[in-house]
């Protein structure tokens, strides 16, 4: 995957504890969600509400809060899914079980850890994998409660 700036230059960044490139270091801890996606640029913003909304179309009563300076959604007492920013890209996070792994053949185009999908606003996520690979995980937690 080719590494490009995402930010437009003439806006601010407070960043969270992932910071968004040297150019937009952070400034102070953020408290909501609602905090940490104000602080972004707005294509950047935009980009992560869609997410966020695709997200929360699958199972609206999930808890959002933050982990680790990152918005997370929370399932059953777990952490399910979530998303942030970092220097080159945007990330789709799904930080446990084996989502990613058995879904590899969808993620083909995007590059992909054990626990996290990046890309960027020029190439978001579509919203029916998003809501795939929630489920997905959503599932998971339902087969492993604890």
Request: charged share 25%.
């Amino acid at each position: 995957m080719h590494s490009q700036k995402v930010v437009n230059q003439n806006e601010s960044f407070t960043g969270s504890a992932h910071s968004f490139c040297e150019d937009y270091p952070v400034k102070t801890p953020l408290k909501t969600i609602e905090d940490y996606l104000s602080s972004l640029p707005v294509p950047i913003r935009e980009t992560l509400q869609a997410l966020r909304a695709t997200i929360k179309s699958v199972v609206p009563e999930m808890e959002e809060r933050l982990s680790s300076g990152a918005p997370f959604f929370w399932y059953r007492g777990r952490r399910a899914v979530g998303f942030g920013v970092a220097k080159t890209h945007l990330s789709f996070y799904i930080m446990h079980g084996d989502v990613l792994k058995t879904h590899s053949k969808d993620l083909a185009d995007y590059d992909t850890s054990r626990t996290v999908i990046r890309f960027t606003q020029e190439k978001p996520l579509p919203t029916e994998l998003v809501q795939k690979l929630v489920r997905a995980r959503l599932e998971e937690i339902e087969l492993r409660p604890t």
